[in-house]
C-alpha cells in the first residue's frame, strides 16, 4: 500500500543549473484543445462597430445623410409653401394663432382675409369653365388675322418686286421659323428630359440647405454648435416651445408658421436684442421667468445672458438676450476719471454710475434719497457705493460723516474732506460710528426745528459694511445694546430716524453691508431706503431682502448674477435712475474707480473747499475746552460760518455741544476776544486767525499766571 507524503516545508536545495546553450524545445501539450473560431456575427458586429466609432466615418454619414435631408426637406418646404399658394391653410394658421394669444381682433380680420381669397378663387374657378371656348375663338380669330397679315404685306412685295411669287413669301418665312422652332424642341427635349430631375433636384437641395433642413446632429459642427447665433423670430418661438410648458407648447404647436405671430419687433438693445412676447392664453409670465436657464440654452447663450422682465402689457414678458460674450467684456472708465473738470450738483445732477445691459450709461439721481447697496463679499459693494461719494463730493456744498467698519481704508482717501472719517472692526468702532449716527440726528432736529424756508447744506452718512454694527453685542451704561433689530437697539434707533424724517433737511444716510438676513439687515431698515441696489446673491429671499417683493415679482433676479464673475454689477431699483417703463428695476455695470484713481479725485474736491479737519473718534470727555474746540473745527479754513462751526461742534461732542445756540458760540467768541465773530458779506463766521490769536493770548496769560 501506497503512501502519499505532504512536504510541509519550502525546498532548501539549490536550483537546478540552466544550460543557457542548449535549444529551447517547445512541448505541445497534447491535450490542449484548439482555438476555437471566431463566429461570423461576431466579426461583422466588430466591422460595424470599428466602422460606427471611426470620426471619418461618422463625418461621412453626416455628410450624406444631411444632404439627403436637404432634398427630402426641400421637397417638404416647397410642397408647404405650394399649398399654401393654392388654399387658404395660411389665413388659417394666422387665425388659430390670433385666436391662441386672446387676439380676437386680429382672428376677424384673418378671417375676412380667408373669405377674400376664396371669393376671388372661387371666381377664378368659374372662369376655367368658360375659358377653353373663350381660347378657341381667340386663337381662331388671331390665327385668321395673322395670315391675313402676312398674305397682305405678301400682296405689296409682289406688287413691289412684279412677282406675283412673293405673295405667299412672308407666310412660307413663317412656316419654316416654326418648324425650325420643332426641330429644336425635338433636339434639346431629350436631354433636357434627362437632365430635369437634377435640376429639381437641385432646386430642392437649395431651398432645404438655405432652410438648414436637416437633424440637428447631421449638421456641420459650426452650425451644430450655433453659438452666438443671431437671435431670430423663428428661434425665439423655437425656444418657447420647447421650455417645457404645455400649455405655451400646445398653443404655438397650433398656431404653426403663425406662431412668430406672439413676438414684437425684436429691436437692437446695446449689446443685444430685445423683444417682447404675449404669452398664449392660459401661460402666466411667471412660469416662463422661472425657466430663465432654460430658455438662455434653448436660446444657445448662458443663463446670465439673458434676462426676462415684465412690461406693463397683460401676458407679456419682455426678453432681452445678450450678443454671446458681450457681457464678459468690461466697459470703459469712469467720466470722473477722464474728465478732470467734471463738477457735481447734488439737486439737479446724477452720478455717472456705470452702463446698463443695453450699452448705455446709467446715471444716478441722489437728491433727498436714502441708499442702501448689498451682496455678497468681494462683488465690489464698496467700490460701487465710494464712485457714488466720490461724484457727490465735487459739490462743495455736500457734508460727509464717514464710517468704515471694514478699516482697511477703503475710504481714507477722504480724510480732510469728511468732517468725521471713522474706520475699524471693533466693538469701540461700532460705538463711535453709532454716535456719529445720533449726532446727525441731532442734527437733523435741529434744522426740523429751523425757521420754514431755511436751506440746508446736504450732509451724508456714509456707513460702509453696516451688518458689523447691526451685529455688534455691546451695550452701554444703560444696558442699551448698540447693535440688535430692536427698539433698544441704539444704531437701529438712530437709522431709524434719519429714514423718517431725514431727507426733508437734506440729511441722508447710505448704507453698504453684505449678505443681508434679517439679522444684520433689519426689515425697517432696509425698506427705508429711497435707492436699493444688490449685487449678486445667494439666494431669492436674500433678493427680496436687498430690493423688496415688488422689484423680484417684476423680473429683478441679482441672485441670478454670478459670484466673481459678475463683480461691480447691480440690480438697481430707485425712482433717481432711468429704469425702462413697465420695469421696476435695471441692471448696471458700474465703472471700477481704483484706490490711486479715488485719491486723484478727493484732491480735486478738497481743493474746491475751503479746507475740512477730519475727526478720528468721537470724543466723550467731560471736561472740555470749547475755545480749543472751536479752534479745532475752524481747522485751516480762514474763516467758517458760525452755522458751520455750531454744527461741527455738535459733531464733535453731542453731549457738550449739543444744545448750543449762536449765543453760547458768540458768548465764547467774545470772551476770548474782540471780532473774533463779525459778518462777511451779510453772514456771521468766524475769524482763524484772530481765533488762533486769541487761544495764543489765553495760554501766555495762563503761563505767566502760573508762574
Not at 529551447?24 to 458586429?45: E, H, I, N, Q, Y
Request: contains cysteine; aromatic residues 4%; glycine residues 8%.
Amino acid at each position: 500500500m501506497s503512501e502519499n507524503v505532504v512536504n510541509l516545508h519550502k525546498p532548501t536545495d539549490p536550483p537546478a543549473t540552466v544550460d543557457e546553450t542548449a535549444p529551447t524545445v517547445l512541448t505541445v501539450m497534447p491535450d490542449a484543445p484548439p482555438a476555437r473560431p471566431v463566429p461570423l456575427w461576431v466579426r461583422s458586429g466588430r466591422a460595424v462597430k470599428q466602422v460606427a466609432t471611426d470620426e471619418g466615418a461618422k463625418n461621412t454619414g453626416r455628410v450624406v445623410v444631411r444632404h439627403g435631408a436637404y432634398v427630402v426637406g426641400g421637397a417638404r418646404i416647397v410642397a408647404r409653401r405650394t399649398w399654401d399658394g393654392r388654399t387658404g391653410s395660411r389665413y388659417e394658421r394666422m387665425m388659430r394663432a390670433a385666436e391662441a394669444t386672446g387676439n380676437m381682433e386680429a382672428a376677424e380680420e384673418w378671417e375676412e382675409r380667408l373669405q377674400r381669397f376664396r371669393t376671388a378663387r372661387h371666381h377664378r374657378r368659374m372662369d376655367l369653365l368658360h375659358s377653353p371656348v373663350e381660347a378657341a375663338k381667340g386663337m381662331a380669330v388671331g390665327t385668321g388675322m395673322g395670315i391675313g397679315v402676312l398674305v397682305g404685306l405678301g400682296v405689296v412685295m409682289a406688287i413691289s418686286n412684279g412677282d406675283v411669287k412673293d405673295v405667299i413669301t412672308p407666310l412660307a418665312a413663317t412656316i419654316e421659323f416654326i418648324a425650325l422652332l420643332i426641330r429644336i424642341v425635338q433636339v434639346v427635349w431629350g436631354p433636357l428630359l434627362s437632365i430635369g430631375p437634377f435640376l429639381a433636384l437641385l432646386a430642392l437641395w437649395t431651398v432645404g440647405s438655405k432652410q438648414q433642413a436637416a437633424p440637428q446632429w447631421a449638421l456641420p459642427a459650426n452650425v451644430r454648435s450655433s453659438e452666438g447665433e443671431p437671435i431670430t423670430p423663428s428661434i425665439v418661438v423655437k425656444a418657447l416651445r420647447d421650455l417645457g410648458v404645455p400649455a405655451l407648447r400646445g398653443a404655438i404647436k397650433e398656431m404653426g408658421d403663425a406662431g412668430a405671430s406672439m413676438l414684437g419687433p425684436i429691436r437692437i438693445a446695446g449689446c443685444g436684442i430685445e423683444v417682447d412676447v404675449t404669452l398664449p392664453s392660459g401661460v402666466a409670465t411667471n412660469e416662463v421667468q422661472q425657466r430663465r436657464r432654460k430658455l438662455a440654452e434653448n436660446l444657445t447663450r448662458h443663463e446670465h445672458e439673458v434676462f426676462i422682465t415684465i412690461p406693463e402689457a397683460a401676458r407679456t414678458v419682455r426678453l432681452w438676450v445678450a450678443d454671446s460674450g458681450a457681457l464678459d467684456e468690461p466697459i470703459g472708465p469712469s467720466p470722473l476719471v477722464t474728465d478732470e473738470t467734471m463738477t457735481a450738483d447734488y439737486a439737479k445732477g446724477k452720478a455717472p454710475w456705470g452702463q446698463d445691459l443695453r450699452g448705455d450709461a446709467a446715471a444716478l439721481s441722489l437728491y433727498q434719497r436714502h441708499l442702501l447697496i448689498t451682496g455678497l463679499s468681494n462683488q465690489g459693494k464698496t467700490v460701487a457705493l465710494r464712485s457714488l461719494a466720490l461724484w457727490v463730493a465735487l459739490d462743495k456744498s455736500v457734508q460727509f460723516l464717514m464710517g468704515d467698519l471694514k478699516g482697511v481704508g477703503d475710504w481714507a482717501m477722504f480724510d480732510g474732506l469728511a468732517t468725521t472719517l471713522i474706520q475699524g472692526p471693533t466693538d469701540e468702532h461700532v460705538i463711535e460710528v453709532t454716535e456719529m449716527v445720533e449726532g446727525a440726528v441731532k442734527e437733523m432736529n435741529d434744522r426740523l426745528q429751523a425757521p420754514p424756508g431755511t436751506v440746508f447744506p446736504p450732509l451724508i452718512v456714509v456707513v460702509d459694511e453696516a451688518q458689523v454694527a447691526f451685529m455688534c453685542p455691546a451695550v452701554d451704561e444703560d444696558k442699551r445694546p448698540y447693535g440688535g433689530a430692536k427698539a433698544k437697539s441704539r444704531y437701529f434707533t438712530a437709522a431709524r430716524k434719519l429714514h423718517n424724517q431725514g431727507r426733508a433737511v437734506n440729511v441722508l444716510l447710505w448704507q453698504g453691508t453684505q449678505d443681508p438676513t434679517d439679522q444684520n439687515l433689519p426689515k425697517l431698515v432696509r425698506e427705508g431706503a429711497h435707492t436699493r441696489a444688490s449685487l449678486a446673491l445667494g439666494t431669492e429671499s436674500q433678493a427680496r431682502m436687498a430690493l423688496g417683493d415688488k422689484a423680484v415679482d417684476g423680473g429683478a433676479a441679482p441672485n441670478l448674477l454670478r459670484p466673481g464673475l459678475d463683480q461691480g454689477t447691480l440690480v438697481v431699483a430707485s425712482s433717481g435712475i432711468d429704469i425702462p417703463k413697465g420695469q421696476s428695476s435695471i441692471t448696471v455695470r458700474t465703472h471700477y474707480i481704483d484706490d490711486d484713481a479715488a485719491k486723484v479725485i478727493t484732491a480735486r474736491a478738497k481743493a474746491m473747499r475751503d479746507g475740512v479737519t477730519t475727526l478720528h473718534t468721537i470724543d466723550r470727555g467731560e471736561d472740555r475746552d470749547p475755545l480749543a474746540d472751536i479752534a479745532s473745527v475752524v481747522g485751516d479754513a480762514a474763516r467758517v460760518r458760525t452755522k458751520d462751526v455750531l454744527a461741527r461742534l455738535a459733531t464733535l461732542n453731542a453731549d457738550a455741544y449739543g444744545n448750543w445756540s449762536f449765543t453760547d458760540l458768540k458768548r465764547v467768541l467774545d470772551d476770548a476776544g474782540p471780532e473774533i465773530a463779525y459778518k462777511s458779506d451779510g453772514v456771521m463766521v468766524v475769524h482763524r486767525d484772530r481765533l488762533t490769536r486769541a487761544l495764543a493770548n489765553r495760554d501766555d496769560e495762563g503761563s505767566a499766571s502760573a508762574a
